[in-house]
């Protein structure tokens, strides 16, 4: 088992270093010069041909992507300068290992953008999760158990309006409806726990968790209703019965432990694509997260925050992925990895 | 033994059937699924229930588990057991006598424990349900003793082991196990062995035997396979299309059975003391539709002793009369059905 996470660990790592390169390759193929983004309205050749080296952008692609790669075990400096640096040290921008690049838009190292953005995404992924799982998987249990009946057919019916619908008319329809029309929540707006404690924090994740969970929810429901009908068709359930056990344990000890160890797989990949960011429930809510400022970096030709959100993103499928699958050798003996 | 049942209101047995009938109804109709089954078991007897798919057995042992109930299945007549009648029973009162009074072996036995839990896990589930107060560490060796009872070798480490750890022997004692943790005065086994290898077999069934000596518990083995009930049980009721057509002692079903239908099931058997080159005779066609079975007698489409002009085996539906010894439900007269099975059916040898 250890040794199967060992090298689970290390190809994850190969993995996200092969997708930070293709993600260079991709940029460095575009036909827009991204030193001109750099420069400003009194750009002037020498002062771009000047951005550009500093910016290392007039290196081929795989020498960049080595220097990165060096960068995240070591460290570096920025712009990568030994004549400046002898000059003029005050301009010269350190970046500590690991680093992820430094934003010439943002006059920041990448780290930084990340370290203050991933907290909002996390904590609306995280909400999000915790309202879907429980009102998604309650629901698929309860429209199982009541198969066929009218309560079946309303939560499956009702979790398909909403799935049905784009992600920014749900988001929007909420905003305008429960915070500016009739008030019922107060505006949403992301005020971190140091801010201005829990409650803040809770109250305005309120609305962009509920939109990102009433557009999972749905999934949820009809996954989690179609493995308890499995399950509930299994014989071991019949010998549950037979043994003369009460029905409630039959359903939580008997039912739902071979019915929701799939859900759990599924629920964790579904996580970790979340925690890097979700691009159009943050730009509804005006939410400053990863997702946003990914598109932000993208339309700017802000190679270095794009590379590092890319980098985060893929780090948390990929542990999502690992994780997922550990875990599924501990609920299930049957599985072992070797 | 007597008549197949004694008359009305003298039965002591342990369980009495009588009139059971179970029915589904589909969007093709209702499906008559058992159709008035009437039968006694006393303590410490076995009797076997024979037919083939579909014939209504494994309906029965759910029904009498009362594993129907919560379902869209109607059933009827009465399931006396110590003198309760089981279908007049409170939900709650049933389930405190499933497991303890009446345990229940499946075919299958890597479906029927769950893969995610210990076999002793389960077993032990299955003691502290109906033994609340003992402790866990009590009931944990008590079931160590049973899983050596059955003859699981090393039983404290395979206590801890999964379903899937075990071979399909194994595992159907662990079954057994389960079954018998509780002591239980009746056991129905449905196809105890069908799913084990033809060496297990045998071995299960002997073990079935010793338990049900030392346990003098009553057991209903269910199957398709004569040949499995052949030594085991005292009684043997043979089951076509939901109704039984032929009830009686196990001699009487293997050396004077009186009903077609039986007949082509000792046929099909492969036997011992046949000609090798004799090939096995298969019943021809299908399992009757139970949601509108033939007319007249339900086997009369594949009876090769049908007289529909003489006897009417097209028109008339026989009768099982339970007030006889042995009870066959059909129109030829009997002593034309001794004389048959004498020339045709028995071989030299029995």
């Not at chain 2, 009931?139 to 206590?159: T, Y």
Request: glycine share 8%; charged share 20%; proline share 6%.
């Amino acid at each position: 088992m250890f040794a199967y996470i060992v090298r689970r660990v290390a190809a994850g790592m190969v993995m996200i270093l092969a997708m930070s390169l293709v993600t260079m390759v991709l940029f460095f193929a575009s036909p827009v010069d991204p030193a001109r983004y750099t420069c400003g309205k009194n750009c002037t050749p020498e002062l771009l041909e000047q951005n550009r080296k500093a910016l290392g952008y007039d290196q081929p692609v795989l020498s960049y992507w080595v220097d990165f790669t060096k960068g995240i075990f070591v460290g570096s400096e920025f712009p990568k300068d030994p004549a400046l640096k002898k000059s003029a040290p005050e301009t010269i921008a350190d970046c500590p290992a690991p680093c992820l690049g430094y934003s010439p838009q943002s006059s920041r190292p990448v780290r930084d953008i990340i370290v203050e953005k991933l907290p909002v995404s996390a904590s609306l992924a995280i909400a999000a999760f915790i309202m879907w799982m429980i009102a998604g998987v309650g629901l698929g249990i309860v429209a199982a158990l009541r198969k066929g009946t009218l309560v079946d057919r309303a939560i499956v019916g009702s979790a398909l309006v909403f799935y049905a619908f784009p992600t920014f008319f749900i988001g929007l329809g909420l905003y305008v409806f429960l915070a500016l029309k009739w008030g019922i929540v107060p505006v949403p707006a992301y005020t971190s726990i140091a801010d201005g404690g829990v409650g803040l924090w809770l109250q305005g994740l309120l609305l962009p968790a509920l939109t990102l969970a009433l557009v999972y929810i749905a999934g949820y429901i009809r996954l989690t209703r179609a493995f308890v009908l499995e399950a509930k068709g299994e014989d071991y359930l019949r010998t549950a019965q037979a043994k003369g056990l009460k029905s409630g344990r039959i359903l939580f000890k008997h039912t739902l432990r071979g019915a929701l160890t799939p859900i759990a797989t599924v629920a964790g990949l579904d996580l970790g694509g979340l925690l890097g960011g979700t691009i159009i429930t943050e730009q509804v809510f005006n939410y400053d997260g990863l997702g946003r400022t990914a598109v932000m970096a993208a339309t700017t030709y802000d190679l270095p925050v794009t590379v590092g959100i890319v980098l985060v993103a893929a780090t948390f499928v990929i542990t999502a992925n690992i994780v997922v699958d550990v875990l599924y050798a501990v609920i299930d003996p049957r599985v072992k990895y070797s | 033994m007597s008549t197949w049942v004694p008359t009305e209101g003298t039965s002591e047995a342990l369980l009495s059937v009588r009139d059971l009938k179970v029915t589904f109804p589909t969007e093709d109709g209702l499906v008559k699924a058992v159709d008035g089954l009437t039968f006694d078991l006393n303590a410490g007897e076995t009797l076997g229930i024979v037919g083939e798919s579909g014939s209504g057995k494994s309906v029965t042992s759910q029904a009498i588990m009362g594993l129907h109930r919560g379902t869209r299945a109607k059933v009827e007549g009465s399931i006396g057991f110590e003198g309760r009648d089981l279908l007049k029973l409170e939900d709650e009162e049933l389930r405190v006598m499933r497991g303890r009074d009446i345990a229940m072996i499946f075919q299958d036995p890597l479906s029927a424990l769950h893969p995610y839990y210990t076999v002793g896990n389960q077993i032990v589930e299955a003691y502290k349900i109906h033994h609340g107060k003992t402790s866990k560490s009590a009931a944990r060796a008590h079931v160590i003793d049973m899983l050596e009872r059955v003859g699981i070798p090393n039983p404290q480490k395979r206590i801890d082991q999964y379903p899937h750890e075990f071979s399909g022997g194994m595992r159907q004692r662990a079954m057994i196990a389960m079954a018998l943790v509780n002591n239980p005065r009746l056991v129905i086994a449905d196809e105890p062995t069908t799913a084990l290898d033809v060496t297990v077999q045998a071995q299960i069934l002997d073990l079935l035997m010793d338990l049900q000596k030392e346990m003098n518990s009553a057991i209903i083995i269910i199957t398709h396979d004569l040949g499995v009930v052949a030594e085991m049980a005292d009684k043997i009721m043979v089951m076509y299309g939901g109704k039984a057509v032929e009830g009686g002692t196990a001699d009487q079903t293997f050396y004077s059975a009186e009903h077609p239908y039986t007949w082509g099931l000792l046929q099909s058997m492969p036997r011992i003391d046949r000609e090798r080159l004799e090939r096995l005779q298969p019943i021809p066609g299908n399992p009757p539709s139970l949601i509108s079975p033939p007319s007249g007698c339900a086997f009369h489409p594949r009876c090769a002793y049908r007289d529909d002009e003489n006897l009417g085996c097209s028109t008339i539906v026989p009768e099982f009369d339970v007030q006889d010894w042995h009870p066959v439900r059909c129109l030829i007269p009997a002593p034309k059905r001794k004389a048959i099975f004498d020339t045709e059916i028995r071989t030299p040898s029995s």
